[in-house]
């Protein structure tokens, strides 16, 4: 006969209602058992054990539970297990979205890297005739056949200006008065101006454009045909620099991200260079491919003189073109510095048309300008303007290799103009004032903290050193030189050219422009990267 511990509880024939069955080894009925629930003992062991459970649990992959699902009923799952070990879905939260205008044609292939780098910046597509819509990229001048962009939302951008026209017009641009544009006459309004022109000089050469195409061709004078109101003649400049005996031409792009006051970048991360198929010698009028670039250019990679620094050293066009012609003795610094004031100057002549333009709008803050300037070079480094393209060529079809500096170009543009922000946003539409003042906030555009502070600026904003003082700028003001830092902060390989911390001819700009250039200015003087 066994012995029984005085501590064993003689077993019940009924689980009292409400208690817990006793395990082997463990005390049952009411009295102190570690599962009894009547007790304060069996209450916090029961309680501890279920915590221990809960924490095991969290420790488990997350999918094991699935996986055991799984394993039980490969095969014939009941209906509502299957559901639960679907993958979850994932929601897509509202992205910015953009539209493309390009009327003429209903493909547009040709802005493939466009629409990749706005899909890579969380933008999706929408239908071309939404109206719903954060971005328009116009391929085409938009503001003739879209009446409804007058009445835009404050939070919509188009990639055009209106009366950006004026700019990259051919024959527009080729009658502006500048220094860095060879002369030119409209047909048949300066006919009389014309001949007048070659009696004083005999020994210039002129080409004859058509208005619209790229028919080009060097004409002597008595070969032009002066009634042809579809062309205009333009001097030809007959010394051109060459590379490998070819002439070439320079692409600069640009962005006018406002007018009024008037702010422009060029992109200096490259330029865009395309060489003649055909060697400039021995000339002949006749054979357009030695003097004309045309589609199919003979590409940087192909001059002999220049692939070694591209190719093998991994340069840049300009950089590469800057390398060779160092080793010629040349200095190539003047060459985009006579670049970026050509393109200053033009925009400085043309922005007043703009502006005019711009009133027929409710906003003028709905648009950026992107384009790309021409120009070629003589001999001695002098730089001629040739032409304006409003929507340029970004298809890199034609030469594979172009695709890098294609999607940096617009990258770095979208970034500029501030589409392309890294916050995550639904729209373009302006965010919490948190969220705002974390891009840009009061401190990072007041300046002159000392004549600000001082008795005269205290007293009045009447003198010119109280203009940038934040009691005497007006709301516009201050959403103005908002713009100007956050572009600043975003421009990438964008380098400013107007305005620039010391404008030459401080007095010859519109007060605005000037207020502008003196927040530069004033900006240089606090930090290096402004100047």
Aim: with cysteine.
């Amino acid at each position: 006969m066994s012995k029984t511990s005085p501590a064993t509880p003689t077993k019940t024939p009924k689980e009292t209602k409400g208690s817990v069955s006793a395990v082997p080894g463990s005390s049952g009925g009411s009295s102190g058992g570690i599962f009894d629930l009547h007790s304060t003992f069996g209450q916090v062991t029961f309680i501890a054990i279920v915590a221990a459970i809960a924490v095991l649990i969290q420790t488990l992959p997350r999918d094991f539970l699935a996986q055991i699902g799984r394993s039980a009923c490969p095969n014939a799952c009941p209906e509502d297990t299957q559901k639960s070990l679907q993958p979850p879905v994932i929601i897509t939260p509202p992205q910015p979205s953009f539209v493309i205008y390009n009327p003429r044609s209903r493909r547009d292939d040709h802005l493939y890297h466009v629409k990749t780098v706005l899909k890579r910046l969380g933008f999706s597509q929408a239908r071309n005739d939404s109206e719903d819509w954060d971005l328009m990229w116009a391929h085409d001048y938009p503001f003739l056949r879209l009446p409804s962009l007058r009445e835009m939302e404050d939070y919509q951008v188009v990639n055009h200006f209106p009366g950006s026209g004026f700019i990259t017009n051919k024959v527009d641009l080729a009658l502006t008065e500048s220094k860095y544009i060879p002369k030119a006459f409209r047909l048949p309004e300066d006919v009389d101006k014309f001949q007048e022109y070659v009696k004083e000089h005999p020994n210039k050469e002129f080409v004859q454009k058509h208005n619209q195409h790229r028919h080009i061709y060097l004409k002597t004078v008595p070969e032009i045909n002066l009634s042809d109101n579809d062309t205009f003649i333009q001097e030809y400049m007959s010394n051109p620099l060459l590379v490998d005996g070819k002439k070439f031409d320079i692409g600069a792009y640009t962005v006018i991200t406002s007018i009024d006051p008037l702010r422009a970048y060029v992109y200096h991360g490259d330029y865009l260079l395309r060489f003649c198929p055909v060697e400039y010698h021995p000339f002949s009028k006749d054979n357009v491919d030695k003097y004309v670039v045309g589609d199919d250019y003979t590409p940087i990679w192909e001059m002999e003189s220049l692939k070694d620094f591209h190719l093998t050293f991994g340069f840049g066009m300009k950089d590469s073109l800057d390398a060779h012609l160092r080793t010629k003795g040349q200095e190539p610094r003047v060459i985009w510095e006579q670049i970026h004031d050509s393109i200053r100057e033009v925009l400085l002549r043309k922005e007043h048309l703009l502006k005019n333009s711009l009133q027929r709008f409710r906003t003028r803050r709905n648009f950026f300008e992107f384009m790309r300037f021409d120009f070629i070079i003589d001999e001695n480094l002098r730089v001629f303007l040739l032409e304006a393209n409003m929507s340029p060529n970004l298809s890199s079809a034609h030469f594979k290799p172009n695709q890098l500096l294609y999607e940096q170009v617009i990258y770095n543009v979208l970034k500029l103009v501030g589409i392309g922000s890294a916050l995550q946003r639904e729209s373009l539409e302006t965010g919490s004032s948190d969220e705002e003042a974390m891009q840009s906030s009061l401190k990072n555009i007041v300046v002159s903290a000392n004549e600000c502070a001082g008795e005269l600026c205290r007293a009045s904003c009447d003198d010119s050193k109280c203009k940038l003082c934040r009691q005497c700028l007006s709301r516009d003001d201050l959403a103005v030189l908002h713009a100007a830092y956050r572009e600043h902060s975003n421009r990438g390989d964008m380098l400013r050219i107007f305005p620039v911390s010391e404008h030459p001819d401080q007095d010859a700009l519109n007060p605005r422009n000037a207020l502008m250039s003196r927040w530069f200015s004033e900006k240089c003087q606090i930090d290096s990267t402004f100047c």
